[in-house]
C-alpha cells in the first residue's frame, strides 16, 4: 500500500534466465475500490508485454538486454521492448474497447514516472509504436 499515489502503479519483469515474471503492484489503499479498472486494464496489460518477452526468449526472436539504468530513449526504442510494448497497448484496447492510438498516448501521459521520457523522445518512441 502505497497513500502517495493517486490510485496504482504497476509494474512487470520478465527474468529470462530464470523464465519467471514478477508484478509489482503498489495501489493507494483509500482509492482501492475505484481503481479496480484500472488495475485490471494495467495487468492485462503488463502480462501480455511480459509474455511476449518471454515467447521473444524461447522463440530467439530477439536478443533481450537486461534491463539498465542507460538512456531511457534507446531502452524503450529496443525492437523486442518495441514489439512488447505492441502486444500489450493491443491487449488494453481489446479490453478496454479504445483506439490503439488513444490507448498509447494515455500510458505515455500516465506513466511519466515510469518511463522518464521528454516529449519529443514520446512522439518518436509512439511512432514507432503506431
Known sequence: Y?????????????YKNEEIIVIDVDINPLNI????????????????HELEHHNQFVNGSHELE????????????QPHEIDAQKKG???????????????????FETHKSSHQLNDNEVEEVIKLLS
Open 89 to 107: 497497448f493491443r491487449r488494453l484496447s481489446k479490453l478496454t474497447g479504445k483506439p490503439y492510438d488513444e490507448v498509447v498516448k494515455n500510458w
Open 66 to 77: 537486461d534491463k539498465s539504468e542507460g538512456d531511457p530513449f534507446i531502452y524503450y526504442t
Open 2 to 14: 502505497d497513500e502517495s499515489i493517486k490510485s496504482v502503479a504497476i509494474n512487470g519483469d520478465y
Open 33 to 48: 475500490n475505484s481503481s479496480m479498472y484500472e488495475i485490471i486494464g494495467e495487468l492485462n496489460d503488463i502480462m501480455a
